[in-house]
């Protein structure tokens, strides 16, 4: 079992920055694979980033990549997102989400292919 906690969301100005926290516990490992999902209104759940728990063989989905980094805090044992140049668009219920399963190759981006949710939180980008 992993039970994963999120931190809080907000309300963010387009164009702010927010970072998210999702602490792990319970029978975590190193080949467990770690994922940001976010679903907005009347949306599907989409694929926002990935991680190893180890930290590596980082992935993001193209629409993102190059305003949101995913990393791996050892210490704290959490997995943060954070949110740059944040647009109205990226309004949602962000997940985090693990994958305890075999195999582990791959990057997983579907949400069927993870075993554990964190409590999701909202994320509201407006002015």
């Known amino acids: 079992q992993v039970q994963l906690v999120q931190s809080a969301g907000g309300l963010v100005q387009p164009g702010g920055s927010l970072r998210l926290s999702c602490a792990a516990s319970g029978r975590t490992f190193p080949s467990m694979r770690m994922a940001w999902f976010r679903q907005a209104p009347g949306k599907e759940r989409e694929f926002v980033a990935g991680?190893?728990?180890?930290?590596?063989?980082?992935y993001y989905a193209d629409s993102m990549k190059d305003r949101f980094t995913i990393s791996r805090d050892n210490a704290k044992n959490t997995v943060s997102l954070q949110m740059n140049s944040l647009k109205p668009e990226d309004t949602a219920v962000y997940y985090c989400?693990?994958?305890?399963?075999?195999?582990?190759?791959?990057?997983?981006?579907?949400?069927?292919?993870?075993?554990?949710w964190g409590q999701g939180t909202q994320v509201t980008v407006s002015s």
């Open positions: 989400a693990a994958r305890t399963r075999m195999p582990y190759i791959g990057i997983y981006s579907v949400p069927s292919e993870y075993d554990y």
């Open positions: 991680i190893w728990w180890s930290g590596g063989s980082i």
